[in-house]
């Protein structure tokens, strides 16, 4: 049986070296940064391995942008030593942050599909409407004899 590939990011394999190979990396350079990062991006990695469908690329893009919008000025905090790893891993509104800003990554992914359909339905209802006003000047111009 052939194997489907799906487009965009894999939620598989190759992911999880990039995120052992960052984080390994940060690791060397400032743990305490990279202890932030790792747990802030929790819902980034939950959500690689739970989206499947054919866009669940495009959808953990926009999950992980969002959710680093979230983490990046704590992890920018702790790396510039104004704040520890354990400061902001104990603090509740860090981690609202954090979480908040993955949940709006997860609501757009809802909401968005929902905006777009309902402005393409708009969208084709008023080329109908403008379709059927050029089909009756039309008839009106040319007589019934067109519509045959």
Request: one cysteine or more; hydrophobic letters at 50%.
């Amino acid at each position: 049986m052939a194997r489907k590939q799906s487009g965009g990011m894999s939620s598989g394999g190759a992911s999880w070296i990039w995120y052992v190979l960052l984080i390994s990396m940060g690791l060397a350079v400032s743990p305490g940064a990279c202890m932030v990062f790792a747990a802030g991006m929790a819902p980034t990695m939950v959500a690689t391995i739970g989206l499947s469908g054919p866009s669940a690329g495009q959808r953990l893009l926009t999950m992980a942008c969002f959710n680093l919008a979230g983490v990046i000025p704590f992890v920018f905090n702790v790396f510039n030593g104004d704040d520890s790893a354990g400061t902001v891993l104990v603090d509740v509104f860090s981690w609202g942050v954090m979480l908040g800003a993955a949940g709006c990554g997860a609501m757009v992914n809802y909401v968005g599909p929902i905006i777009a359909a309902q402005v393409l339905t708009n969208m084709s209802m008023s080329d109908r409407e403008n379709i059927d006003k050029i089909r009756k000047k039309l008839i009106a111009e040319w007589g019934d004899a067109i519509t045959k």
